[in-house]
């Protein structure tokens, strides 16, 4: 089984159900998002472009689509790792992180609305802590990360600082490019 594999959304099997599957994803993300988790489920399915009976049968409760947005995130994000390892161990590792913010992002929309003491929950941590693990590893290595700087702390840190709210994109830039030099090693 692949790095952080061990969590996965289960999608349908012919192809027009699969793309409203997505869809369906892709709008619960959004709307959740600019929203909150109280959204109307008819206001996601006019999103997707599909009818409330095509949310229903994909997600028969709403606790149902939220476990499907998170479990895609973090599949996406376990995506992101394994594209992250082509690239050398500081771009690597700071384009993973650039992905977990906008995961951060979904998480917190959903926050409150997830189990967190649910098996999907620690699986999925599981899972990031399995696919970004490495990546933080493989810059210490190479000597362009702090080696006292362990992948909890990392992600605590990231996560704090782009929760926050912000004016606009280009200050969430800056806010955290600050953080990534504190982990950053200069010669």
């Not at 689509?65 to 996406?76: H, I, K």
Request: net charge positive.
């Amino acid at each position: 089984m692949d790095k952080g594999r061990n969590v996965a959304v289960r999608r349908p099997q012919r192809a027009d159900a699969r793309r409203n599957f997505d869809a369906l994803l892709k709008a619960a993300r959004e709307v959740f998002a600019e929203q909150g988790t109280d959204v109307s489920l008819e206001e996601i399915a006019r999103r997707a472009g599909v009818g409330i009976g095509t949310l229903y049968r994909n997600f028969p409760t709403r606790q149902d689509l939220f476990c499907s947005v998170y479990v895609g995130e973090v599949e996406e994000l376990c995506r992101a790792a394994e594209e992250a390892m082509d690239l050398p161990p500081w771009d690597g590792l700071v384009a993973w992180l650039r992905r977990f913010v906008s995961y951060v992002a979904t998480k917190r929309a959903i926050h409150e609305a997830l189990n967190r003491d649910s098996e999907i929950f620690r699986t999925c941590r599981g899972a990031i802590d399995e696919v970004g693990g490495p990546l933080l590893t493989r810059a210490q290595e190479a000597g362009i990360a702090r080696k006292d700087a362990r992948f909890d702390d990392v992600l605590r840190m990231i996560a704090g600082i782009t929760s926050a709210a912000f004016t606009d994109e280009r200050q969430r830039e800056r806010v955290l490019g600050f953080t990534l030099d504190g982990i950053r090693v200069r010669p």
